[in-house]
C-alpha cells in the first residue's frame, strides 16, 4: 500500500546515517559478497550481517518469510562480531515486520468496510431482506438437515427452538432478549417470562412477532443482519484500534525529515518500542472478539510504550531476535478469514446462484422462442434494418445533399414558369394587338408605337372599347364582326397576367429556396437527432449508474472522516483508534478513486488531497481545511 510503503521508506531514510557509521567501523575484509544462507553457512556473524542488511535495503519489500529466516539464522550464530551491526540489522528486521504488519491491518480493514457498508444498506429494507434470505437458504436447508440428523440420532425433540437455531445458528449465541429492541422494551419482560416458563418454543414465537410485529423469518432474517453489523463495527473499531497503536508507537520525525534513529542508542529504543506494539497487535490479533485490550484502553497501551520506562532494554540482540521471529511466526499463522464465515458477506455462490437460476430458466425459454421463431426474427430484423437504411438515405442524406447543393446554386429546380415563355406570350399579346388595331382603327405608325408601350404595360383599352361595341349585338359580331376576335385577344391577356404573377411567385419562392430546402430536412434531422441524444442519454445514465455506487462510497467516507475529526475530544492529535478508523477510510477512499478518470489530472488531483489527509505532520484543523477544499473541487462529492 502507498501509505505504508512510504513510512517504510522514511523509517528506512532516518537509519542512513547511522548504518555508514557502523559499516565504515566494519572491516575491509567482511565486505566480500556473499549471500546470508552462505554466511550461515559458514558461520560467519559479520558477513551474515551485511548481507542481510543488503538483501533488506533492495527496492523490493522484504517477505515476511524471509525475515523470519534471517532471525533464525541470527539466533543460531555465536554471539560475536560487532554488536553495533547486529542491533542495526534487528532494527531493520523490526521496521520490515513493522510495515507488513500494519498493511495487513490496512488490507484487512477494507473487506470489514465492505461488509459493514453491505449489512448497513440490508437493514431495515424488507426486500434486501427478504432476497438475503433467499440467497442463504440453501445453506439454511443443509444445516438444519444436519441438525436434524444429529437429533435423530440422539433421540431429541424436534422443537420450534431446534429449526430456529439449525438455521440461524447465530440467534443461539445471543437470545433475543438480549437485542436493542428487546432491551428497549420493558413492559415486555413480564410477559416473555411467563410464557418462556411454559414452553420455549411457544416464547421464542412469541417474543419475535412481540418485538418486530412481522413475520417470523423476517424478524429472524433482520435480528441476524443486525448482530453480523454490530460484530463487524466491532470488529473495525478493535482493528482501528490496533492500527492507531502502531502509528501511535512507531519512530516519528519521518514525515518531516528530521531523522531520530541518529545513534544506535536511539535504534534499540525505537527497535525495542516497535516490538512491544507488534507483540499486543499480534496477540489480539489471534482472538479478535477479546476484550483486554479495551480493559486497558489502547491510548494507556501506547502511552505506557512510549513515554514510559522500558523494561526491554535489556535484551540481548539474540533474544530480541527470537522474540521477534515469535512475533513474525504468529503473523504468519494468523488468518483474518475467520470472521467472513460467519460475518462476512454471502458469498459468490450465495450471491450468484439466483439470479444464475433466473438467467437459465429464462434464457432456455428465450432460447426455445428464438428457435421457433428464427424465420420471423430474421424477417424482422431485415424489415428494420432496411427501414432504417431508408430513411437515412430518402429522408436524410438526399435532402442534405440537396440543402447543400442550393446553398452552391448547383440546383435550381424551384420555379412555377419561365422567362423565355413569358416573353413569347408578351409578343404574341403586342402582334395581336396591333395587327386589330391597324386593321379596325387605321392608326398611323407613331400610334402604333405608343400602343406598344402601353400593352406592355397592360393597358388593352383598344380592344375592350372595340369589345364593348360588338357586345352589343353579339349574333350578329360574332359571325360577321369582331366580337371572337376581341375575345380571344383577352384570353391572351389573361395569360399574360397569369405568367406574370407566376414569374413573381417564382422569385417568391427563389428567394426563400434555402428556406424550404432546411425546412425539409428539419423533420428528419430533428428525428435523427432526438434518437441519438436518448441513445447518448441512456448510455450515460447506464455508466452514472454503474458509477453511483463508487461515488456514493467516496461522499459516505468522506462524511465519516470529517465526522471523525469534529467528535475526537484531542485538540491537536488524534487518539488511536480515531486515528486508526481515520486510515482505514482513507484506505477505502484510494481504492474507489481507482474507478475516477484519469483526464484533467482528476485520478492523482484526487490523491494527493488523499495523501494530505494522510501526512501525521498536518493537524486536525488543517484536515478539516483539506476537506472543505475537497468538497469546493469536486463536484461528484456534491
Not at 445471543?174 to 413492559?187: D, F, I, K, V, Y
Not at 501511535?248 to 512491544?276: E, F
Request: hydrophobic share 40%; with cysteine.
Amino acid at each position: 500500500m502507498p501509505y505504508t510503503d512510504e513510512h517504510s521508506q522514511a523509517w528506512h531514510a532516518t537509519l542512513l546515517p547511522l548504518q555508514q557509521d557502523v559499516l565504515c567501523q566494519t572491516s575491509i575484509a567482511s565486505l566480500a559478497p556473499t549471500t546470508p544462507k552462505d554466511a550461515w553457512e559458514k558461520r560467519q556473524v559479520t558477513p551474515f550481517l551485511l548481507a542481510c542488511l543488503q538483501a533488506l535495503d533492495s527496492t523490493r519489500p522484504p517477505r515476511l518469510v524471509d525475515i523470519a529466516q534471517y532471525l533464525a539464522w541470527y539466533a543460531d550464530l555465536p554471539a560475536e562480531g560487532p554488536s553495533d551491526l547486529g542491533w542495526l540489522f534487528l532494527t531493520k528486521c523490526t521496521l520490515a515486520v513493522y510495515a507488513q504488519r500494519m498493511d495487513i491491518l490496512l488490507q484487512g480493514s477494507l473487506p470489514l468496510s465492505q461488509a459493514l457498508s453491505y449489512w448497513n444498506n440490508s437493514y431495515g429494507n424488507a426486500w434486501l431482506e427478504i432476497y438475503y434470505g433467499l440467497q442463504s437458504l440453501p445453506r439454511r436447508l443443509v444445516s438444519l438437515a444436519h441438525h436434524t440428523k444429529q437429533a435423530i440420532q440422539k433421540q431429541e425433540s424436534l422443537s420450534m427452538a431446534h429449526y430456529v437455531g439449525a438455521m440461524f445458528p447465530l440467534l443461539g449465541h445471543a437470545s433475543p432478549s438480549s437485542s436493542p429492541r428487546a432491551l428497549s422494551s420493558p413492559h415486555a419482560s413480564s410477559s416473555r417470562s411467563a410464557v418462556a416458563l411454559k414452553k420455549p418454543s411457544a416464547a421464542l414465537f412469541h417474543v419475535f412477532r412481540h418485538l418486530y410485529h412481522m413475520p417470523l423469518p423476517l424478524a429472524l432474517l433482520r435480528d441476524e443482519i443486525q448482530q453480523k453489523r454490530a460484530h463487524v463495527r466491532s470488529l473495525r473499531k478493535h482493528q482501528a484500534s490496533l492500527l492507531g497503536l502502531l502509528i501511535k508507537v512507531a519512530p516519528t520525525g519521518c514525515n518531516s525529515g528530521t531523522a531520530t534513529l541518529q545513534s544506535i542508542d536511539q535504534a534499540i529504543a525505537a527497535s525495542h518500542r516497535c516490538l512491544q506494539a507488534l507483540t499486543i497487535s499480534s496477540e489480539q490479533a489471534s482472538h479478535l472478539t477479546s476484550t483486554s485490550i479495551n480493559e486497558i484502553g489502547i491510548d494507556a497501551i501506547a502511552q505506557s510504550i512510549t513515554g514510559g520506562v522500558n523494561t526491554m532494554t535489556t535484551m540481548t540482540p539474540v533474544a530480541f531476535a527470537q522474540q521477534l521471529d515469535a512475533v513474525v511466526q504468529q503473523q504468519l499463522g494468523n488468518t483474518d478469514d475467520e470472521w467472513q464465515q460467519l460475518y462476512g458477506t454471502p458469498t459468490r455462490l450465495e450471491r450468484y446462484w439466483l439470479p444464475g437460476l433466473v438467467c437459465f430458466v429464462g434464457g432456455r425459454a428465450a432460447l426455445s422462442y428464438v428457435m421457433h421463431h428464427k424465420d420471423e426474427i430474421i424477417q424482422w430484423t431485415r424489415d428494420a434494418g432496411e427501414t432504417i437504411r431508408q430513411f437515412l438515405v430518402h429522408w436524410v442524406w438526399e435532402p442534405t445533399l440537396q440543402v447543400l447543393d442550393t446553398i452552391r446554386f448547383q440546383d435550381r429546380r424551384i420555379g412555377l414558369s419561365s422567362k423565355e415563355g413569358l416573353k413569347t406570350d408578351m409578343d404574341s399579346l403586342e402582334r395581336m394587338v396591333l395587327e386589330f388595331a391597324k386593321n379596325n382603327q387605321k392608326l398611323p405608325d407613331a400610334d402604333l408605337a405608343a400602343l406598344v408601350t402601353k400593352v406592355r404595360d397592360g393597358d388593352v383599352s383598344v380592344v375592350l372599347r372595340a369589345y364593348e361595341h360588338e357586345i352589343k349585338n353579339p349574333l350578329r359580331n360574332a359571325i360577321r364582326g369582331d366580337l371572337i376576335q376581341t375575345l380571344l385577344i383577352q384570353v391572351q391577356k389573361t395569360k399574360v397576367d397569369v405568367e406574370l404573377a407566376m414569374q413573381a411567385l417564382d422569385k417568391l419562392l427563389k428567394s426563400n429556396e434555402l428556406n424550404f430546402a432546411f425546412l425539409a430536412v428539419a423533420p428528419s434531422m430533428l428525428l435523427t437527432y432526438g434518437a441519438v441524444s436518448y441513445l447518448r442519454s441512456w448510455y450515460e445514465t447506464r455508466t452514472g449508474k454503474r458509477a453511483a455506487p463508487r461515488i456514493t462510497t467516496l461522499r459516505d467516507a468522506l462524511r465519516r472522516i470529517d465526522r471523525l475529526l469534529t467528535l475526537d475530544q484531542h485538540d491537536v492529535e488524534l487518539n488511536c483508534e480515531s486515528q486508526g478508523q481515520l486510515l482505514c477510510e482513507l484506505l477505502l477512499l484510494r481504492n474507489e478513486a481507482r474507478y475516477l478518470p484519469r483526464r484533467q489530472g482528476i485520478r492523482e488531483s484526487f490523491l494527493e488531497d488523499v495523501r494530505d489527509l494522510e501526512a501525521r505532520q498536518l493537524n486536525k484543523i488543517q484536515k478539516k481545511e483539506t476537506i472543505l477544499r475537497m468538497y469546493r473541487s469536486w463536484s461528484f462529492l456534491k
